[in-house]
């Protein structure tokens, strides 16, 4: 089965990282104890504790797998900062949109992704329509709401 590299940025990867120590060094033990807990009280077979601590640990275990294939495989990309002159993986981009409204958005990888806090992913309508333009293209996405108008104001 052929690898995928995993596209983020050292921030994103950090982040990862942190997930990966936080599940190993504290929510895994503590699933453990509480699955022992569970087990000491008895008949498994109606010990809802204990079904929920088997399931949770599972999940814990396969999200360690997971990130530490992503880590291991990461392609940690670094934004060009303030020289940036075309929109890449990285890039905070301020758009002008129809009506005069701007926003900003940070360009990250799928792991990364956090709408609220203005990531959004090259692979979404909107990221990957970004790639590879420059400050003053105009780019028209459809999005779930509609078709969008941007106007690329400033690349960072």
């Given at each position: 089965?052929?690898?995928?590299?995993?596209?983020?940025?050292?921030?994103?990867?950090?982040?990862?990282?942190?997930?990966?120590?936080?599940?190993?060094?504290?929510?895994?033990?503590q699933t453990v104890k509480r699955l022992a807990a569970a087990r000491e009280?008895?008949?498994?077979?109606?010990?809802?504790?204990?079904?929920?601590?088997?399931?949770?640990?599972?999940?814990?275990?396969?999200?360690?797998?997971?990130?530490?294939?992503?880590?291991?495989?990461?392609?940690?990309?670094?934004?060009?900062?303030?020289?940036?002159?075309?929109?890449?993986?990285?890039?905070?981009?301020?758009?002008?949109?129809?009506?005069?409204?701007?926003?900003?958005?940070?360009?990250?990888?799928?792991?990364?992704?956090?709408?609220?806090?203005?990531?959004?992913?090259?692979?979404?309508?909107?990221?990957?329509?970004?790639?590879?333009?420059?400050?003053?293209?105009?780019?028209?996405?459809?999005?779930?709401?509609?078709?969008?108008?941007?106007?690329?104001?400033?690349?960072?």
């Amino acid at each position: 089965m052929p690898t995928t590299t995993h596209q983020v940025t050292p921030e994103g990867l950090e982040q990862l990282e942190q997930e990966l120590a936080q599940l190993k060094s504290t929510d895994r033990p503590q699933t453990v104890k509480r699955l022992a807990a569970a087990r000491e009280l008895g008949d498994l077979s109606e010990n809802a504790d204990y079904s929920d601590a088997r399931e949770q640990l599972a999940f814990i275990e396969g999200r360690i797998q997971e990130l530490e294939s992503i880590i291991k495989h990461a392609d940690v990309i670094r934004s060009k900062g303030g020289s940036a002159n075309v929109v890449t993986i990285g890039s905070s981009v301020t758009l002008a949109q129809t009506g005069g409204k701007t926003v900003t958005y940070h360009l990250v990888g799928s792991n990364e992704t956090d709408p609220m806090a203005g990531k959004i992913s090259i692979e979404s309508p909107v990221g990957s329509m970004l790639l590879s333009h420059k400050v003053g293209d105009t780019v028209s996405v459809q999005t779930p709401s509609g078709q969008q108008q941007y106007t690329i104001k400033s690349i960072a």
